[in-house]
């Protein structure tokens, strides 16, 4: 069975471009969630999709941004990038919205040049 | 706001020795809480999920118990190896949904 698959692996932009970033989750599962993660900040919620529909969002401005699919895979959007925003960006899978074990993909290193 | 806590930070230990990771929370309305791994620039591994009617869960040489009403979990390692180095993170999930709040980690570096 595979597991949840982030693309790219690696991304380097540059101030004030904007970066999608995709992720698939396990077959199956429904529920998409995003983290990003800083060695100041650790790892914060961005925000969850079940169903194509955007169910909770974390503490983040405007600019970043996502949306779901009927396949269940989930793009995040990151417009006017900031050098803050350098940061590993996880997508976790979950099989719904019953707080079932999540399950992280490898993660998409993002560097804000 | 739900605020995770994790000690100690950083822990060196020889092979062999038994050990216990702490996680404390802050609101104890929790739904799930679950235990992760990491290893350096990689994703996050799942180790055990604990739901909140339950008091422990044991996967091979890991025991992780939880007590809502104090806010606390463990992780109990036994017979540590140097491929348990690694960070691991505690985090609960909200009532609301997937949405994780996670503890700053504890460094784990087991010394051969």
């Known amino acids: 069975k595979a597991g949840v698959t982030q693309t790219p692996r690696y991304l380097i932009k540059t101030r004030g471009q904007q970066v999608t970033l995709s992720c698939s989750p396990i077959?199956?599962?429904?529920?998409v969630s995003w983290y990003q993660q800083t060695p100041g900040q650790g790892l914060q919620f961005l925000f969850e999709y079940f169903s194509e529909t955007q169910r909770n969002k974390g503490n983040f401005p405007g600019r970043f941004s996502g949306r779901q699919f009927s396949n269940s895979r989930s793009e995040m959007n990151v417009s006017t990038l900031e050098l803050g925003d350098s940061a590993l960006y996880l997508c976790?899978?979950?099989?719904?919205?019953?707080?079932?074990?999540?399950?992280f993909g490898q993660g998409t290193r993002l560097t804000v040049v | 706001k739900q605020e995770v806590t994790q000690i100690p930070a950083a822990l060196s230990v020889p092979e062999g020795e038994n050990l216990v990771l702490n996680c404390s929370f802050t609101?104890?309305?929790?739904?799930?809480l679950q235990w992760f791994r990491q290893d350096p620039g990689k994703g996050l591994t799942s180790l055990l999920l604990i739901q909140s009617s339950q008091r422990e869960q044991t996967s091979g040489r890991l025991n992780a118990s939880l007590d809502k009403s104090s806010g606390r979990s463990t992780l109990y390692i036994a017979a540590s190896q140097p491929g348990d180095s690694a960070t691991y993170l505690c985090?609960?999930?909200?009532?609301?949904?997937?949405?994780?709040?996670f503890g700053t980690g504890t460094s784990l570096t087991v010394i051969p």
């Open positions: 609101d104890s309305a929790i739904y799930n």
């Open positions: 976790a899978s979950s099989q719904d919205r019953t707080n079932t074990e999540a399950f």
């Open positions: 077959s199956g599962h429904r529920s």
């Open positions: 985090a609960v999930s909200s009532r609301t949904g997937n949405q994780f709040y």
